[in-house]
């Protein structure tokens, strides 16, 4: 199976991608299949059933929303983030669902958009059920889809034990482990994002490449722009103060503070700003999710702030290398955190970020490589349990930490050879190992860990 740098980053809307991203395309896809098989003109209406952890906090985290503006034939690199809660509002109001943005059905927000808290769809928690009912409510089509993490979907006939969308593209330097990576590294002379690049140019010019990336990168730009700009209190019902414009405020106040520790407040910062952005239902870029959306931009625009000589070649070369993790996590383990919890998801995201940073650094493959061991290893056996279901406590914080973590872990392995006892396949091997092993309260179902506790207090 083939990977891009570009199905790794992705423009998408928040507080989700495995509860918002998906559904929202899962949704479109039954909306445009409907079209395509013929049946869009008899259908009176349409039904959304979601299982799992979709159903335990899709509430918290806009599923139901995200379904019905997947219906609208909407999809999260384009949808008005401004206007998407008022159009799924009007919805509700006026009984009626444009389905694919013309064809009127009647519409029911209670019994058209059902979250079962304690049900499931086999293979995967994040199942869902989509089926279209003519006149006489019989079903003309029913589909299931699962939402694999990342805002990656598969066909529920496929089954979401394939982890990665079907791409039979032949690559010039095709890997699945860190070993074969760095075996090609070593064979070829090549850099990590080296590799990556040549296996890009199967699928686009290095010029277009070049332009997505740093695409994603304005994306990234403009996400922390709005969170340092964007005050007062996150939606959800936690009354979560955004953190970041007054942290913004003081860091611009203070030029002539000498602290050796300011650019670790910096970084703080960029993360904050996106994941408050993020939990408010805001644009992102999904880095590979977007419950740790605000780590590789935090440490990006780490890169950006205070090393010397950054440029726009080093802002792709370290997409590119964080991409060739990404993948590996992807293939081997898993990126979503209602399957093996939030180690899957700012545990990647910081492993991500800890090569993408080694790599512009000046760092050998083999320090690469120990950077993105260092990011994983430690955030093994880090739980998923979202306050009230929401992508607020602990998600925002988390990813303020793990980007200075990440930061570290390029920094310590800078000052190795590359030489270390655990190597990246095992620490992603065990990873995937103990996210089989937790039990289900901690991995995004709002059951267990702070969900519990902190409610209860």
């Known amino acids: 199976m083939a990977l891009s740098v570009l199905d790794l980053f992705s423009v998408g809307i928040g507080p989700s991608s495995s509860h918002t991203v998906g559904p929202m395309r899962a949704a479109k896809l039954f909306a445009d299949g409907l079209k395509g098989d013929g049946h869009l003109s008899a259908t009176r209406r349409v039904q959304a059933e979601l299982f799992g952890s979709l159903g335990a906090t899709g509430r918290g985290h806009g599923s139901d929303k995200a379904v019905v503006l997947g219906f609208k034939g909407l999809d999260p690199e384009t ?28 519409f029911n927000w209670d019994e058209d958009v059902v979250l079962h808290r304690r049900k499931s769809l086999p293979t995967h928690p994040n199942g869902m059920t989509f ?15 699962y939402s694999i993490g990342g805002g990656f979907v598969v066909d529920g006939d496929a089954g979401a034990e394939d982890r990665v969308v079907a791409d039979s593209t032949v690559l010039p330097y095709p890997f699945t482990t860190a070993d074969e990576l760095l075996a090609i590294c070593k064979r070829e002379g090549m850099s990590i994002s080296d590799v990556m690049l040549a296996n890009e140019l199967t699928w ?62 910096w970084v703080n ?27 590789v ?61 080694c790599e512009v650094l000046g760092g050998t493959p083999e320090q690469v490589e120990n950077a993105a061991e260092v990011g994983i290893e430690h955030n093994l056996g880090l739980t998923c349990d979202p306050v009230g279901g929401l992508v607020q406590i602990p998600c925002i914080e988390r990813n303020a930490i793990a980007s200075v973590k990440a930061i ?29 092993d937790m039990k289900s309260k901690y991995k995004e179902t709002s059951r267990g860990g702070l969900a519990v506790n902190v409610i209860e207090c």
Not at 131 to 145: N, P, Q, T
Request: charged share 20%; glycine share 10%.
């Open 79 to 106: 949808v008005d983030t401004a206007t998407a809660d008022d159009q799924v509002a009007a919805a509700a109001l006026d009984a009626e669902l444009l389905v694919g943005g013309h064809h009127r059905v009647d």
């Open 297 to 357: 931009p935090a440490v990006l625009h780490y890169y950006v702030k205070f090393v010397p000589g950054a440029n726009d070649d080093g802002v792709v070369r370290f997409l590119l290398a964080a991409a060739a993790v990404g993948i590996l996590f992807k293939i081997n383990a898993s990126i979503s955190g209602a399957e093996v919890g939030c180690q899957g998801e700012v545990g990647s995201a910081c492993s991500m970020a800890a090569a993408g940073l």
């Open 131 to 145: 089926r279209a009912l003519d006149h006489a409510g019989a079903v003309l089509s029913e589909r299931s889809f």
């Open 269 to 295: 910062l960029f993360a904050l700003a996106v994941n408050e952005e993020n939990a408010a239902g805001g644009r992102i870029v999904t880095a590979p999710t977007n419950g740790a959306a605000g780590i």
């Open 204 to 265: 686009r010019s290095e010029a277009e490449l070049r332009e997505k990336l740093l695409a994603l990168w304005a994306v990234m730009r403009e996400c922390v722009d709005n969170g340092c700009a964007a005050e007062g209190i996150l939606p959800g019902g936690l009354n979560v103060r955004r953190r970041a414009p007054s942290l913004f405020q003081t860091l611009t106040a203070d030029t002539g503070v000498t602290d050796p520790l300011r650019a670790m407040e």
């Open 408 to 436: 570290n872990a390029a920094r310590l392995s800078l000052h190795g050879d590359g030489s270390h006892k655990v190597s990246l396949d095992k620490a992603i091997k065990t990873m995937r190992e103990t996210g089989a």
